[in-house]
């Protein structure tokens, strides 16, 4: 007998989740999981690290096959509309794996509260406090609490990035480091996959996951609308597309604010023809996912020129 067959229902949201009055939430995708280890594909290392057991903040680590010398870092935030998806999915797991084997990069993939049980701004908290996590191994000189990153983390080479809700997060890092720093690193660039920001219309979901959401000019959802922009916290910036995304006039509308903007950096954007929203997740192995990813190694691999 299912659980839930006798609970009544606060709110749904179609694909993603069920939240009931007493609290509790049952979501219909992103839940399942894999354990780390050695990818057998790419030889790629994994491990999971806890950051805060008070409140389950946490990382999937990544470490390229034989790693030789200091490496560019990439932190990584998950998608999934700020309620689904962690970063021990299959689906996730099997992208990192393929980023840090092609990018020859450490990877922190990182895991936050999900939204509604933990409303935004959590995801925006958790996420800080997971790369100031990280930042303590730039601070402490290879005396930090996580091996990998100490010996093989090049903290004057490091990127964010995020797909969809996670873009938008990784965006909100930068432009949070700006203003209180990322004590120990610079962060060169900024990735951000088919991200989700706010438009000019009125979003449910949004109102109900961020319950203090700022309206059409927060600058966490819409950045467009953010007076601060010129100082987003980095020197590049990469906004991935696509085509048949329903996000993706949103993404071009970032893409053409910041480069308006007084911003000092570079911003540069592509646009997948025929592809729907992160398609490459779904389809690894096809062709254009293939030169999405060769999009991000070739932006990260410009650290090194």
Not at 22 to 48: A, H
Request: charged share 20%; aromatic share 10%; glycine share 8%.
């Amino acid at each position: 007998m299912d659980p839930n067959s006798n609970k009544e229902v606060l709110r749904e949201f179609p694909r993603l989740f069920r939240q009931y009055k007493d609290g509790t939430v049952e979501r219909f995708m992103g839940t399942d999981t894999t354990p780390p280890g050695t990818d057998p594909l790419t030889n790629v290392q994994s491990k999971d690290v806890t950051i805060n057991p008070q409140t389950g903040v946490a990382a999937r680590l990544y470490l390229p096959p034989n790693p030789a010398g200091k490496l560019p870092l990439l932190i990584y935030i998950h998608g999934g509309a700020f309620c689904i998806c962690t970063p021990f999915n299959t689906t996730y797991h099997r992208h990192l794996n393929t980023l840090t084997a092609e990018t020859n990069a450490v990877v922190v993939s990182v895991h936050y509260r999900l939204a509604p049980e933990h409303p935004l701004p959590t995801a925006y908290d958790d996420t800080w406090e997971a790369i100031q996590w990280t930042a303590t191994h730039a601070a402490a000189h290879g005396g930090g609490p996580e091996p990998w990153l100490n010996d093989h983390a090049d903290f004057s080479r490091v990127f964010l990035a995020g797909d969809s809700a996670g873009a938008n997060l990784a965006h909100n890092m930068a432009m949070r480091g700006a203003v209180e720093g990322f004590g120990g690193f610079t962060l060169d660039g900024l990735v951000l996959i088919h991200p989700y920001f706010g438009n000019d219309q009125r979003d449910e979901l949004t109102e109900f996951l961020y319950p203090s959401y700022g309206g059409l000019t927060d600058p966490k959802i819409h950045p467009e609308k953010d007076p601060n922009l010129s100082g987003l916290g980095c020197r590049r910036v990469l906004v991935l597309v696509a085509e048949e995304d329903f996000l993706r006039e949103r993404g071009r509308s970032y893409y053409e604010t910041v480069k308006g903007s007084a911003w000092s950096g570079t911003v540069e954007m592509v646009e997948t023809e025929g592809e729907e929203h992160v398609f490459h997740l779904m389809n690894p192995s096809a062709e254009k996912s293939v030169d999405l990813v060769k999009q991000i190694v070739s932006f990260i691999k410009q650290s090194q020129c």
